[in-house]
C-alpha cells in the first residue's frame, strides 16, 4: 500500500494508481470546483484530457498546480490539494458565483469594457479574486532539467496495438526505432480491454523491440510536432511534486525522425444534457478503465448513455465487478444487435441529472418523445470518439470528415508521417442532437463554457470558430478542448445551418498537454542561462574590491572605493585624479577586428563612413559606421597597424553585431575583396592610461617617447609585446594599451606601479562617463540610439565624400534634411539636478521635444551637465528647458549649450 | 528545421540564424530611391523565397537558402564568400 494525502486527509492507494484511481478508490467523488461557477466536479476521464479533476501536487519549490488527478501515479508520502475553493472543497463560498450565473456568460469581462474604466476596474478585482486555477508556487524548483537530442529511423507514438505492432515490425527491419507512451504502461488500452491480447502479450512484443535494438520509453509524451520531422519528447522521471531518485526530474528531447508513425488513438467525447458536470457523471471508457485496470468500481447503480457500440463493453466490464446496470440510453432508433440482457431504451438521449454535492442521484431521459427517470450514482457517457491529430496537424497536415464516425481524421500529410489504428479509424456513431437545457449543458467543463454561451456568442454576430473561441473562451483551458471543441463546433455548424466541416476548426498548436517551465530552460535555468564571462584581468579587480557594473557579456569595475567613499564619492575623486594626474582603467570589452589583406583598406571603406585609405602607417583616427538606411549604427577607431593590416575598434555593446557586419560585407556583399577579418575582442586586453601625467607614465614604461595623440607603435612592457595607441576619450593625454589577454597581469601591475609614482589612481566606468559627457563624446546606445544620422549627431563634416560606404545612398533622403530632426545638444543645470532620462519641455503639459542622454557633472568645478537630444537643437543654444524625469521626481531648469563642456579647442590631449 | 550546410552537411534549424531575404540587399552603388525601395517595399512572397542565412553557431559561413515560407521546404542551399567564388 502507498500513502497520500489529499487536502491534509491520510488515504492509501494500490500500486500503479492514478491519483484519481486511488481517490475513487476511497471513495472521494468532490475533487475539485471549476473555474468560474465553482460547480462541484469529480474525475471525468482516466486520461491526460481530464477537464475537472485538477489538483496541486507537491510542497515547497516542488509545487505543480493544475495537475490533472487522472494523470499523475501515487507515489509514498503524494501531497494532494483541490483548488479554486475557499474556505473548503465542500463549503465554497466562490459557489455564490454559481447563482450569478446569468450575469458571468460569455464574453462577460469584455463587456465590462464598456462605459467607464471603473467599472472594469471593479470586476476585474473580484474576477480575478474568483475565477481561476491553482496557485504557482513561489519557492525556486530545487530540481534538475535535462534536455536530450536524439536520431531514429522510426518514431512511433502511443504505445497501443497499432503502435506496438508497427514499432516491432520497423526494429525488427533493423530500423532505429523510439516507442514512446505517455502511460507507465504500454498498452493502456489492452488492459482496459483484455481480449484475446493480453498483459503477457504486450511484454513479449517489448521484449522483442527491445532486443531488435529500439527504444521503449514510458511516462513521455510527444507533445509537439516542429519542422522537418523533428518531434519534442518529454519524459517523466519522477511525477508531479516527486523527490526525484538522481535529481533530474524530466527530460526533453529533440528527436529528429527518419518517419513518424502516429498511434495516438482516439478521446472519447461527453455528450450535452443539463448537470453533465456533476460528480458521478464519467465518460464509459473511463469507467471501464477503472474497473479492468485499477479494479475500482465508481459506482453500484449505473446508468449508461451511448450513441455507439463501444458503451455496451463498459456495461459487461461492471456487470462483470458486481454494478447494476438500471438503464443503457441509446441514441440509436433500432435495437443494437442480438439481446444482452440489459434494459436497453433505444432513440433516447440524456435530458438532466440531479444529485447532492458529492454524488449523483438520478438521471432523467427522453425516450421516444417520453421522459424517463432513473435512480443511480454513476452515469456512463460515451458520445462517440475524437481522434487524436493534434501531431499531424501540428506537422502541417489536412483533414478529413469521416461522417460514420463524426469526426474529423488525418487526410494529407506535409512531413514523413503517417497516422495508423484507432487515430485513423475512430468507431461509428450516431448523431445526438442535445435536447436539454442549454444554460446548464455544459461542453467546455474546464472554463465552464456551455451551450448557451455558444449561442449567445451566435446571437451577438460571432461568426468564425476562431472568434467563437477567444469570445466563450471554449477550448482554451489547460486540455485545449481535447474535450469540448467536437461539441462546440457541431453546435455552431447547427446555427450556420452546415455541416461541420464547413464551420472549420481551430489551430492545433504545441503542446499537447502543459510542459514545465524547467524543461524549456533545461541545465541554464539558473542565472537566466547567461554564462559568465571574466574580463581577462578580472581577478586584479576583484583584489580590489569595486562596485561592478554589467556591460554587454561582462562585468566592468564601476568604481574602487577607497575608505569609506560612496560610489558617487569615488567616481568623482577617480575622474578628478584623471584630470588633474593620471588614471587608468580597464576597456578590455571594446569590440575590436584586425582586417588585413590587400584589401583591407577598401573592406573598411566599404564598412566606415569616413575615409580610411590615406591613413598613414602608424596613424589612427575616429570613425563610425551607417546602418544601409543612413542611421548611425556604431562608432570606434581604425588604426593601420601595416602597410596592409589594421586594427578596427567599436562599442562593446555593439560588438556582436559589428562581427555580424563585417563578416556580411566580406561573405555576402563584397567577396572579391582580397582580405581577412578576424574578431581580436578576447584576444587582447586593453588598459586605458589618461591625464596630464599619463605621457610621462608611458614614457617610463616602454622605455622611449610614447607616440603622438592619434598615432600607434608597437612596444614593450614588463617584457610582454604590447600595442600602444594614443586616443582620448576622456579629453585627456590619453592611451590604450592593448596586450594579448593571458599576459595582461604583469602589463597592468608595470601601468599600476608608474601611475601610482605620477600620483594617480583606478577609475571606473562612472568616472569614464563622467569624463565623456564633459567632452561631448558619444557612447552607442544612448546618443547613438539608431535614430540619429551623421548630421543630427555634428559628424556630417567627417563623412567619406566619394561615398560607395554602406548606408552612402541612405544619407540625401529628404526626410534627413527636414526641420525639427532631433539633434546633439548639451544642457547645463540653471536650477536643479538633471536626471538621466528626463523629458525636454518648454512648459508644464507640453509634449516633450527631446529627452537627456547621458547627464554627468563639471569634473572640477561641480555643477549638473548632460548631453541629450532635442528638435531642432543646433539651433536653440541658448533657450531654457526643463528637464523632468516623473519616474524618478527630478525636474531641472536648464540651458541647451553646445556638446562640449571642457576643452573645446581639444589642446589637452595634444603634445 | 533541418539545414544542410554546404560545408558541414545537415545541422539543426538551432544552429542557424536568419539574416535577411536576398532582394532586401541594398547593393552599394543604389541610387537612394532604389536602396529605400529595397529596403521597405519588399517582397514578402507566401511561397518560395530566397533567404540569406548564416551557419552561426557551426563554421559561420553565410549561405542562400531558397525556401517555401508555408511549408519550410527547402529546395536549394548555395554556398556564398570569397570561397565560392569559381
Known sequence: ?911 | MQITCPHCGPRAQAEFVYERTVDSVVPLDATPEEAMKTLFTRNNPRGVDEEIWRHTFGCRAWMVITRHRVTNEITAIRAVGPEAIP
Open chain 1, 1 to 911: 500500500m502507498i500513502n497520500f494525502t489529499f487536502d491534509g486527509k491520510a488515504y492509501q492507494a494500490q500500486a500503479g494508481d492514478t491519483l484519481a484511481a486511488a481517490l475513487l478508490r476511497n471513495g472521494i467523488g468532490l475533487v475539485g470546483r471549476s473555474f468560474k461557477y465553482h460547480r462541484p466536479r469529480g474525475i471525468m476521464t482516466a486520461g491526460v484530457e481530464e477537464p475537472n479533476a485538477l489538483v496541486t501536487v507537491g510542497e515547497g519549490g516542488r509545487t505543480e498546480p493544475n495537475t490533472r488527478a487522472t494523470d499523475v501515479f501515487v507515489y509514498e508520502g503524494l501531497v494532494a490539494r483541490s483548488q479554486n475553493r475557499w474556505p473548503s472543497l465542500s463549503l465554497d463560498f466562490g459557489a455564490i458565483l454559481g447563482l450569478a450565473a446569468p450575469i458571468f456568460s460569455a464574453g462577460f469581462y469584455y463587456k465590462t469594457f464598456f462605459g467607464s474604466a471603473k467599472r472594469w476596474m471593479f470586476y476585474e478585482y473580484f474576477i480575478r479574486k474568483a475565477a481561476g486555477l491553482g496557485d504557482a508556487p513561489s519557492e525556486a524548483d530545487p530540481d534538475h532539467y535535462s534536455q536530450r537530442a536524439a536520431f531514429c529511423d522510426v518514431l512511433v507514438v502511443g504505445a497501443g496495438p497499432a503502435g506496438l505492432q508497427a514499432a516491432l515490425e520497423a526494429a525488427e527491419a533493423g530500423k532505429r526505432v523510439i516507442l514512446v507512451e505517455q502511460d507507465s504502461i504500454l498498452g493502456p488500452s489492452l488492459i482496459r480491454d483484455p481480449q484475446k491480447l493480453d498483459a503477457a502479450w504486450i511484454e513479449a512484443i517489448a521484449a522483442r523491440i527491445r532486443a531488435a535494438g529500439g527504444r521503449i520509453l514510458t511516462r513521455t509524451t510527444a507533445s509537439g510536432y516542429w519542422e522537418h520531422d523533428l518531434v519534442t519528447l518529454t519524459q517523466r522521471i519522477s511525477e508531479p511534486g516527486q523527490v526525484p531518485a538522481d535529481s533530474v526530474a524530466q527530460r526533453l528531447w529533440h528527436v529528429r525522425a527518419g518517419q513518424v508513425i502516429l498511434a495516438t488513438g482516439s478521446i472519447e467525447r461527453p455528450m450535452a444534457f443539463a448537470h453533465n458536470d456533476r460528480p458521478g457523471v464519467m465518460l464509459s471508457q473511463a469507467v471501464r478503465t477503472y474497473v479492468q485496470r485499477f479494479g475500482v468500481t465508481p459506482g453500484k447503480r449505473v446508468v449508461i448513455a451511448t450513441n455507439n457500440d463501444d458503451a455496451y463493453k463498459t456495461a459487461h466490464a461492471l456487470q462483470d465487478a458486481g454494478a447494476e446496470i438500471v438503464a443503457i440510453i441509446d441514441a440509436r432508433p433500432a435495437p443494437a444487435g442480438a439481446d444482452n440482457g440489459f434494459p436497453v431504451h433505444n432513440d433516447a438521449v440524456p435530458l438532466s441529472t440531479k444529485g447532492a454535492r458529492h454524488c449523483l442521484k438520478s438521471v432523467s431521459a427522453q425516450v421516444g418523445g417520453v421522459t424517463k427517470s432513473w435512480d443511480a450514482d454513476l452515469l456512463a457517457v460515451s458520445g462517440g470518439f475524437t481522434p487524436v491529430v493534434h501531431l499531424h496537424m501540428q506537422a502541417g497536415g489536412t483533414l478529413d470528415w469521416n461522417e460514420a464516425a463524426q469526426a474529423f481524421v488525418p487526410a494529407k500529410s506535409r512531413q514523413n508521417v503517417t497516422t495508423i489504428g484507432g487515430a485513423a479509424n475512430p468507431d461509428p456513431v450516431f448523431t445526438v442532437t442535445p435536447a436539454s437545457n442549454p444554460k446548464k449543458s455544459f461542453i467546455d467543463f474546464q472554463n465552464d463554457v456551455t451551450l448557451a454561451d455558444v449561442d449567445l456568442a451566435w446571437a451577438e454576430g460571432y461568426r468564425s470558430v476562431e472568434h467563437l473561441k477567444r469570445y466563450t473562451t471554449l477550448g482554451m483551458a489547460t486540455d485545449q478542448g481535447k474535450l469540448s471543441n467536437m461539441a462546440a463546433l457541431g453546435r455552431l455548424a447547427e446555427k450556420q445551418g452546415v455541416a461541420i466541416p464547413e464551420a472549420g476548426l481551430t489551430t492545433f498548436r504545441p503542446p499537447y498537454t502543459p510542459v514545465t517551465m524547467g524543461l524549456f530552460a533545461g541545465s541554464g535555468a539558473k542565472d537566466g542561462g547567461a554564462h559568465i564571462r571574466r574580463l581577462a584581468l578580472y581577478d586584479v579587480h576583484a583584489a580590489k574590491n569595486p562596485i561592478w557594473q554589467p556591460l554587454g557579456y561582462w562585468f566592468r569595475p564601476r568604481a574602487y572605493p577607497a575608505n569609506g567613499e560612496t560610489m558617487q564619492q569615488s567616481s568623482r575623486r577617480e575622474a578628478r585624479t584623471v584630470r588633474t594626474s593620471v588614471g587608468m582603467t580597464d576597456v578590455s570589452t571594446l569590440a575590436k577586428f584586425e582586417i588585413s589583406g590587400p584589401d583591407a583598406a577598401a573592406f573598411l571603406e566599404t564598412v566606415c563612413a569616413t575615409t580610411v585609405n590615406k591613413l598613414a602607417v602608424g596613424r589612427g583616427r575616429y570613425t563610425f559606421m551607417l546602418r544601409e538606411d543612413g542611421f548611425v549604427f556604431d562608432d570606434g577607431t581604425v588604426w593601420r597597424l601595416d602597410e596592409n593590416r589594421y586594427l578596427l575598434t567599436s562599442s562593446t555593446g555593439g560588438a556582436d553585431r559589428m562581427a555580424t557586419l563585417l563578416s556580411y560585407v566580406r561573405q555576402y556583399l563584397c567577396p572579391q575583396l582580397r582580405v581577412s577579418a578576424v574578431n581580436v575582442q578576447e584576444h587582447y586586453a586593453g588598459i586605458a592610461v589618461a591625464g596630464p601625467q599619463a605621457k610621462a607614465a608611458l614614457t617610463a614604461l616602454i622605455g622611449e617617447e610614447p607616440p603622438r595623440h592619434m598615432s600607434t607603435v608597437p612596444a614593450t612592457i614588463a617584457g610582454v609585446p604590447v600595442i600602444v595607441l594614443a586616443a582620448s576619450y576622456s579629453g585627456e593625454r590619453a592611451f590604450e594599451i592593448y596586450v594579448e589577454a593571458s599576459h595582461a597581469t604583469p602589463v597592468w601591475a608595470a601601468c599600476e606601479t608608474e601611475v601610482s609614482a605620477h600620483g594617480g589612481c583606478l577609475f571606473g566606468m562612472d568616472a569614464m562617463d563622467f569624463l565623456r559627457i564633459e567632452k561631448g563624446h558619444l557612447v552607442v546606445g544612448t546618443e547613438v540610439d539608431g535614430r540619429l544620422t551623421p548630421q543630427d549627431l555634428g559628424l556630417d563634416k567627417m563623412l567619406n565624400k566619394a561615398g560607395g560606404f554602406i548606408g552612402a545612398s541612405g544619407l540625401s533622403r529628404t526626410a534627413f534634411s527636414e526641420p525639427g530632426r532631433r539633434q546633439l545638444v548639451g544642457l547645463e543645470a540653471i536650477e536643479g539636478t538633471i536626471a538621466e532620462g528626463a523629458m525636454l519641455i518648454t512648459r508644464e503639459g507640453e509634449t516633450p521635444q527631446g529627452h537627456v542622454t547621458a547627464a554627468g557633472i563639471r569634473v572640477m568645478e561641480g555643477g549638473s551637465i548632460a548631453l541629450g537630444q532635442l528638435e531642432g537643437g543646433f539651433e536653440r543654444h541658448g533657450e531654457e528647458l526643463i528637464a523632468t524625469s516623473p519616474t524618478r521626481g527630478q525636474k531641472a531648469r536648464i540651458r541647451v549649450v553646445q556638446p562640449h563642456f571642457y576643452d573645446s579647442a581639444g589642446e589637452r590631449y595634444r603634445d
